[in-house]
């Protein structure tokens, strides 16, 4: 995604749900629970200039490998300071031994040099992840880790109550619209008058 200067970014940010039009239907609330995803696709084109001249190697240890991506992998939830996200990581094969694995595997990340495991926001296992603002927090603050859990659970729950807060406001702004409380009525109600 180009960003202002021509950079590129591998965040994805959801839409904005108050900004959606919906004059005929309500909004769902669906939209205001979505979070950013992280795309990490090492083997893509997006990748060549970090790449540069640096061959990919295949996580099984061929003697001239050529990894390429074979579909779509899974996605990780990841729990930061700001809130959830998720990191998506494809599936990749290499061309020689024909073995697959997933771009997000810690084995192929200890690999890769540090300039492509910096990019990654979190520190990855094999099944879990942690993102790596939580683990500065527990580093700068000196807390115990159950103090920080606790801290990142109530961040979710205050998170998910603002984006509930907002979906319930934007169905009380159409409300309000389509009753012609801003001076005008929309023509949400008309279409409803028209369908029945």
């Given at each position: ?6 950079a ?21 609330r ?82 890769l ?7 990654v926001?979190?520190?990855?296992t ?31 729950h ?28 929309t ?10």
């Open positions: 995604m180009l960003k202002p200067g021509h590129l970014s591998l965040w994805r940010l959801p839409p904005q749900p108050e900004l959606i039009d919906s004059v005929s239907t309500l909004l769902s669906n939209f205001f629970q979505l979070h950013p995803f992280f795309i990490w696709k090492p083997e893509s084109s997006i990748m060549v200039r970090l790449r540069n001249n640096y061959v990919l190697p295949c996580l099984h240890g061929c003697p001239k490998p050529d990894v390429v991506s074979a579909g779509v992998g899974r996605p990780r939830v990841i729990v930061g300071n700001r809130g959830q996200y998720y990191i998506l990581a494809p599936r990749l094969r290499c061309k020689m031994c024909k073995r697959m694995w997933f771009a997000d595997s810690p084995r192929w990340l200890e690999k040099p540090k300039r492509f495991t910096n990019i926001p979190a520190f990855l094999y099944k879990k992840a942690i993102c790596k603002s939580v683990l500065n927090e527990l580093r700068r603050t000196g807390k115990s880790p159950s103090d920080v859990a606790n801290q990142v659970n109530e961040l979710l205050l998170k998910y109550e603002q984006a509930h807060l907002a979906y319930l406001g934007s169905i009380v702004n159409i409300w309000d619209a389509e009753a012609g409380v801003y001076g005008q009525r023509l949400g109600n008309y279409v409803y008058i028209i369908v029945l």
